[in-house]
């Protein structure tokens, strides 16, 4: 059964009464309080709980690099490059520090033997003693494997300098202390306008030979886990570092070893390793064995008894902290 023309002409107009309820509900709704505001950094009105939420980026060739808490946006120049500041940051200026990557001082001590010497070598081999035999070790002393002409038996051997040991030790000390380095370092940062999170800046991303960093004043940590490396310098630097003295003695040549092989490449499960101490050794007892090859490693007879430590550092004037990204 069909609807009537009256009936057809109330359902239009309710359904145009809706469309028009629906629309001022949809204007209304955009008009209200806690609506989006235009222009906002976050997405709530200033003031928000989330007002400090950063932007993705602020500009092209540009960063945000944080401008608060004393920080402030600089470009470092890198070690042993032209100090040359673009206008971006138009400010330049040295500053002293200690060459990336190297230790700040170095002490070394080694020791020179006196009064006789580790080499050359002589086996004695054979019979209760080691007495039976004498054998010179004629080999390279930097632990080079050298196959025997023949092969020797040998039972128990004794290895010892053919003259005397060393009597004594004499040191010889060094220090390396790598000197402070200019850095260049560009500052006053043009600041762009964008939409950088709360306390950090839009500046110019750094150019080839440079690196965008931060500076504060004093020895400080670094703000936060974006800038890894962190570098102190200075105005003028006082170096105060220095190492102490070392100390040796002789140690009856006991570092110097030769090493005994039952093949014929320095290796596999027959070996024996002597020490030039003159202390006759039973080898691979009760069986003795077939030596093959042999390897040397000497020593010069001494030690160090007392090594040389690092005191002092080097610190500078007006120091301050930089870190890099």
Same mark, same amino acid.
Request: charged share 15%; hydrophobic share 35%; with cysteine.
């Given at each position: ?19 028009? @309820? ?9 008009t ?5 505001? $235009? ?5 709530f009105?200033?003031?928000g709980?989330n ?13 945000c ?16 490059r032209t100090?040359?500041?673009p ?7 040295t ?17 020179a %033997? ?13 019979g ?8 010179p $070790? ?8 050298? @196959? ?21 030790c ?8 790598? %000197? ?13 306008p964008?939409?950088?999170a709360r ?7 750094a ?7 931060i500076?504060?004043d004093g020895? $400080?940590?670094?703000?936060?886990l974006?800038?890894p490396?962190r ?5 003028s ?7 102490t003295?070392c ?6 040549c006991?570092?110097?070893e030769?090493?005994?092989?039952g ?15 003159g202390?006759?050794n ?7 064995l077939n ?16 090594p ?5 550092d ?8 930089i870190?890099?990204?």
């Amino acid at each position: 059964m069909g609807s009537s023309p009256s009936r057809k002409r109330l359902a239009s107009l309710a359904l145009a009464s809706f469309g028009l @309820t629906a629309a001022a509900a949809a204007c209304n709704g955009l008009t209200g309080v806690g609506d989006l505001v $235009v222009g906002s950094s976050n997405g709530f009105e200033d003031g928000g709980e989330n007002d400090a939420a950063p932007l993705s980026s602020c500009g092209a060739r540009q960063v945000c690099m944080p401008n608060e808490d004393g920080w402030s946006p600089i470009l470092l120049v890198g070690e042993g490059r032209t100090l040359t500041c673009p206008a971006s940051y138009p400010a330049s200026s040295t500053l002293a520090g200690v060459p990336f990557g190297l230790p700040t001082t170095e002490c070394r001590c080694s020791c020179a %033997p006196v009064g006789g010497t580790c080499l050359p070598l002589s086996l004695d081999h054979g019979g209760n003693q080691c007495a039976n035999a004498t054998l010179p $070790v004629d080999l390279p002393p930097d632990g080079g494997c050298v @196959t025997l002409p023949q092969p020797v038996m040998i039972e128990r051997a004794k290895l010892a300098p053919q003259g005397a040991a060393p009597m004594g030790c004499e040191p010889q000390q060094t220090a390396a202390f790598p %000197p402070p380095v200019a850095r260049g370092v560009c500052g006053d940062a043009v600041i762009a306008p964008s939409g950088c999170a709360r306390g950090e800046a839009c500046v110019g991303e750094a150019p080839a030979t440079t690196d965008n960093c931060i500076v504060h004043d004093g020895d $400080v940590l670094c703000p936060s886990l974006r800038f890894p490396r962190r570098i102190k310098l200075g105005a003028s630097p006082n170096d105060t570092r220095a190492c102490t003295g070392c100390t040796c003695a002789t140690d009856g040549c006991a570092g110097t070893e030769l090493t005994l092989y039952g093949n014929t490449n320095c290796g596999g499960l027959g070996s024996e390793k002597l020490r030039a101490n003159g202390t006759c050794n039973l080898v691979l007892f009760p069986f003795g064995l077939n030596v093959r090859s042999a390897a040397l490693t000497a020593a010069g007879g001494c030690r160090v008894a007392t090594p040389s430590i690092r005191t002092g550092d080097i610190t500078f004037d007006a120091p301050k902290t930089i870190c890099c990204r």
